[in-house]
């Protein structure tokens, strides 16, 4: 600070930084210390926030909050040890820190590339999938251990409140401290169920970041890329990587490419049609068809390839009317074999409506929902709205818009409807 | 021209439920406002302060008496200190108007006497 020459942080590097340590440190304590572990990665960034302003930032940024959080992680554990001595208590954990010189090693790992994931993290990414806890609260404990964000941003991102979250987490903690998970990648012999239950999470994280129309733009972004970026990591992994992964890749990064254009500026739905095909992310499109490549080494489809192969047309197409209908319907039956479920079959339908008309859509919604679950899901009467709108059905759209004005509980959403009724009259 | 310390008085928990991309713009928008003082030539200096209060002295009866200073138990310690040239209080408070402190405590402004 008493120089204007420092040069500026990298971006996110508190954020990945955090990750990593926690990350680093829960594999050498273990990951019944999680907790200990990630307050003193906290105060480690703390001490750098109330340092820094006064001494400047440091040349290794990354090195002093490693030392931080390392010096300030022993203090705590040796604090509890101390405590836990006092009371006749201490039974002992392995991985317990009363060796002062546990840390030098812990240090001497060679800094990587900002994005790039270590064994430690991809360790605790396995712990954090571990059967015990569910899909969803792995997600929050990844984002909030391997990806370093804080409780408010995964309540924002996740349209969830910060207590709520803070409580799954201490109780995910426990539940991994109490089944002894070791913050290590699985051998060969356990890997594919494990790398199955990391891929379901990371799906569901970048499901969540991407539809969570209420939260902003920029956690949402945030979170999408996240579990892209671990995605990554699993795919490119020597021992994991399998060309489903390279599917899901691939699913991410089509997506994520659109994501920018997908709401406008007050956060309210833009239809692809409408959607501006210029701010699409051409370097997120290059990596995706890349993937797809890789992922065609598979020996049968899984349902990463054909999602996919969905947002590839999607990405894809030069224009709205140049869409593939036909292809489209056709991975949605593919999709449908595979995971079938009511929702992907509105879509289908929706499809099926580009591709053979409006009256084959509705045909098409009348029986995507047999099971009767998708009667308060919204989108199923936006759907049925939009056809009869293409039908010049004027009346029975607006029926079917207020239906579904009145089933949404997301704010954009409403004011979507609400647009499109607008232009109805 | 006269000097005035900036005494960043802060409650430290504060800090706590910040989250690292927040603390990351914490430790920019200070370097923000460093260097736009720096470059106004009205930086003179700064320090952090640590965190165990330090000690108390006084003199009791014959003896001198250390005590340890209250940090323990306190929610509030002065952090740190700034010193910048400023003609007068209110220069040197506009200077910390737009200071990141105030997010995490009060700044008391003293001017160096040197009459």
Redo the contacts between chains.
């Keep these: 600070m008493t120089t204007g020459d420092v040069a500026p942080l990298v971006d996110h590097l508190f954020r990945r930084e955090a990750g990593r340590l926690v990350a680093r440190l829960a594999r050498r304590f273990g990951v019944a210390r999680l907790d200990v572990v990630e307050d003193a990665v906290q105060d480690a960034l703390v001490q750098a926030c109330r340092t820094w302003p006064f001494r400047g930032i440091p040349a290794d940024p990354a090195a002093w909050i490693a030392t931080a959080a390392t010096n300030r992680a022993l203090d705590l554990l040796r604090t509890d040890a101390r405590r836990d001595r006092l009371l006749g208590g201490d039974d002992g954990h392995p991985g317990d820190a009363h060796d002062p010189r546990i840390e030098a090693a812990a240090l001497d790992a060679p800094l990587r590339d900002d994005a790039e994931l270590g064994d430690d993290e991809l360790g605790l990414l396995f712990a954090c999938a571990h059967p015990a806890l569910s899909a969803d609260t792995a997600v929050i404990l990844m984002l909030k251990t391997v990806g370093g964000f804080g409780v408010r941003e995964i309540a924002r991102g996740l349209l969830s409140e910060p207590a709520a979250i803070a409580q799954r987490l201490v109780r995910a903690r426990r539940t991994l401290a109490e089944a002894r998970v070791p913050v290590a990648i699985p051998t060969a012999s356990e890997a594919a169920p494990r790398v199955a239950a990391v891929a379901d999470a990371l799906y569901l994280m970048f499901t969540e970041g991407h539809s969570a129309a209420e939260s902003d733009a920029a956690i949402r972004r945030d979170l999408c890329h996240e579990a892209l970026r671990l995605a990554l990591a699993v795919a490119d992994h020597p021992r994991l990587g399998a060309p489903a992964l390279d599917a899901l890749v691939a699913m991410m990064a089509f997506t994520a490419a659109r994501l920018d254009t997908r709401l406008d500026d007050a956060g309210i739905p833009v239809l692809l049609a409408e959607q501006d095909r210029a701010r699409w992310d051409r370097a997120l499109i290059a990596l995706a068809l890349a993937r797809v490549e890789r992922s065609m080494a598979a020996e049968e489809l899984s349902r990463w390839h054909v999602e996919a192969e969905l947002a590839g047309y999607h990405a894809l197409a030069p224009t709205f009317e140049a869409m593939p209908w036909a292809q489209v319907v056709d991975a949605y039956d593919r999709l449908l074999a595979i995971a079938p479920s009511p929702v992907v079959r509105v879509n289908r339908a929706v499809a099926l409506g580009f591709a053979e008309g409006p009256a084959a859509a509705l045909e098409a919604l009348e029986s995507a929902d047999v099971e009767g679950r998708l009667a308060r899901y919204p989108w199923l009467h936006a759907a049925r709205a939009h056809a009869f709108e293409r039908l010049g059905a004027a009346d029975e759209a607006k029926a079917s818009w207020h239906r579904a004005r009145d089933l949404t509980t997301s704010e954009p959403h409403r004011r979507f409807i609400e647009r499109r009724l607008a232009a109805l009259g | 021209m006269a000097q005035f310390i900036l005494l960043l008085h802060?409650n430290?928990s504060r800090?706590?439920?910040?989250?690292?991309?927040?603390?990351?713009q914490?430790?920019?928008r200070?370097?923000a406002w460093?260097?736009a003082l720096?470059?106004k030539g009205k930086?003179v200096?700064?320090?952090?302060l640590t965190d165990d209060g330090g000690r108390h002295m006084s003199r009791a009866k014959a003896d001198i008496r250390v005590t340890d200073g209250p940090y323990s138990e306190a929610k509030e310690v002065i952090?740190?200190l700034?010193i910048v040239d400023a003609p007068d209080y209110e220069a040197a408070a506009a200077l910390a108007r737009d200071c990141?402190?105030l997010d995490f405590g009060w700044i008391e402004i003293r001017q160096i006497d040197r009459t």
Excluded: N, S
């Design positions: 802060e430290v800090f706590a439920d910040l989250t690292p991309e927040e603390m990351q914490v430790v920019a200070y370097g460093g260097r720096a470059e930086y200096g700064g320090h952090k952090g740190g700034f990141p402190h």
